[in-house]
């Protein structure tokens, strides 16, 4: 109860402080995780573990990221078009739902919240969580590597993906070993945060 309750204690502290910095995000992380768990209630916030595990690892694999491969694959599957599947990987890791998930659990756990609403406090949050998880991949099995992407006019196969600060934005690079040993990079654009 102690440990929840000093949890508790600092994720209010953080969301009613106006600035952010790496270290208060990565103590976010770490708490967000071990509230989660305490409260029994990980597998009811999928993105908000998901995001914490990429924070917490050097990379994921597909034991640790087993529902987003699982829909990358899918998209690689079902899309007809590359532009089709490179859309749709960028959806599968917004960090929209992440966002939303957030705000759930801010306001079933925490009783002090001033800046929830904030768009402006979201979009500086997620852009120093995504510096801290850039060049973190995610990477797709082996049976995923050997899918052919030609159908869909891809000639190289993917093994993975990461965020990258690339030209002062943040991309989805597309991870394949034919890419790198001709000295290519397959960066997709990637909206940080936006309203429905």
Same mark, same amino acid.
């Given at each position: ?9 600092q &994720? /209010?502290?953080? @969301? $009613? ?10 103590? #976010?992380?770490?708490?967000l ?7 029994? =209630?990980?597998?009811?916030? %999928?993105? #908000?573990? @998901? ?16 529902? +987003? ?12 078009l590359? $532009?089709?599947?490179?859309?749709? =990987? ?6 929209? /739902? @992440? ?28 852009? !120093?969580? &995504?510096? !801290?998880?850039?060049?973190? %991949? ?22 993975? &993906?990461?965020? +990258? ?7 989805i /690079? ?8 001709? $000295?290519?990079? !397959? ?5 940080l945060?936006?309203?429905?």
């Open positions: 109860m102690m440990l929840e309750k000093r949890i508790i204690n &994720l /209010e502290e953080y @969301f $009613n402080s106006p600035k952010a910095s790496f270290e208060s995000i990565a103590l #976010v992380i770490v708490n995780r071990m509230l989660i768990e305490i409260k029994e =209630v990980a597998n009811d916030y %999928p993105k #908000v573990k @998901f995001y914490c595990d990429w924070f917490l690892h050097s990379q994921l694999d597909r034991k640790s990221a087993k529902e +987003v491969v699982i829909s990358i694959k899918e998209a690689m599957i079902k899309s007809e590359k $532009n089709n599947f490179l859309l749709q =990987v960028s959806k599968i890791i917004g960090v929209q /739902e @992440f966002v939303i998930e957030l705000k759930e659990i801010i306001y079933k756990y925490l009783k002090s919240r001033n800046n929830i609403d904030d768009d402006r406090f979201w979009i500086d949050f997620l852009k !120093l969580y &995504l510096n !801290l998880i850039t060049h973190k %991949p995610i990477l797709f099995s082996k049976e995923m590597k050997s899918l052919d992407m030609s159908d869909i006019g891809f000639d190289f196969k993917i093994y993975g &993906l990461q965020f +990258v600060d690339y030209e002062d934005s943040f991309k /690079e597309i991870l394949s070993e034919q890419l790198e040993a001709s $000295n290519k990079n !397959l960066y997709l654009d990637y909206n945060y936006r309203e429905n």
